[in-house]
T-cell receptor, first 112, second 113 residues
Framework: TQLLEQSPQFLSIQEGENLTVYCNSS?????LQWYRQEPGEGPVLLVT?????EVKKLKRLTFQFGDARKDSSLHITAAQPGDTGLYLC????????????FGKGTHLIIQP | SQTIHQWPATLVQPVGSPLSLECTVE??????LYWYRQAAGRGLQLLFY??????ISSEVPQNLSASRPQDRQFILSSKKLLLSDSGFYLC????????????FGSGTRLTVV
């Protein structure tokens, strides 16, 4: 059973369109992180959300943490080819040294 | 800021051969360090983590082992590789604070043939 379910698994859209990807769980998390990974590289942290209902913006990317801290969404406005990549959500199951648990990711392709 | 160095970038090894992947960290001391494996369709799987020299916790029983001989060095090893050990191996370091983000290395693509 996957602790973090990401949807859609694959998404291919045209440049300039808007999109939203989702990260859902039945568990409550103290915080949740979003990463972006390009082929052959390690994931790069985009944002950490901590408070239920929190909204954070990073240029054209808007991240929201659900009120109950069980889910999160990433919305991209006016997508650019440079946004292409694998978007991963991840959460810490506890406050200790345990590593992050990752979703399987959304493969996003923005076509020019 | 923290920087993770991993090598080699790619590796092709025969079944039954040994493995040693090295990871070193710059820009921090006494970091929590992690080894992940990323396989197609399975996402990132936590293999080992370490909170200090000589301290290793294993998350998944398997053909691999890890060691931390120095504060900023983390090594992933195997005595005899299996085909199922193929994958993309990533070393990571955790940032400060309870919600600290992770910094990843650029990974090693291992193909066991």
């Amino acid at each position: 059973t996957q602790l973090l379910e990401q949807s859609p698994q694959f998404l291919s859209i045209q440049e300039g369109e808007n999109l939203t990807v989702y990260c859902n769980s039945s568990s409550v998390f103290s915080s949740l992180q979003w990463y972006r990974q390009e082929p052959g590289e390690g994931p790069v942290l985009l944002v950490t959300v901590v408070t239920g209902g929190e909204v954070k913006k990073l240029k054209r990317l808007t991240f929201q943490f659900g009120d109950a801290r069980k889910d999160s969404s990433l919305h991209i406005t006016a997508a650019q080819p440079g946004d292409t990549g694998l978007y991963l959500c991840a959460a810490l199951l506890g406050g200790g040294a345990d590593g992050l648990t990752f979703g399987k990711g959304t493969h996003l392709i923005i076509q020019p | 800021s923290q920087t993770i160095h991993q090598w080699p970038a790619t590796l092709v090894q025969p079944v039954g051969s040994p493995l040693s992947l090295e990871c070193t960290v710059e820009g921090t001391s006494n970091p929590n360090l992690y080894w992940y494996r990323q396989a197609a369709g399975r996402g990132l799987q936590l293999l080992f983590y370490s909170v200090g020299i000589g301290q290793i916790s294993s998350e998944v029983p398997q053909n691999l082992s890890a060691s931390r001989p120095q504060d900023r060095q983390f090594i992933l090893s195997s005595k005899k590789l299996l085909l199922s050990d193929s994958g993309f191996y990533l070393c990571a370091c955790r940032g400060p604070g309870p919600s600290g983000g992770y910094t990843f290395g650029s990974g090693t693509r291992l193909t066991v043939v």
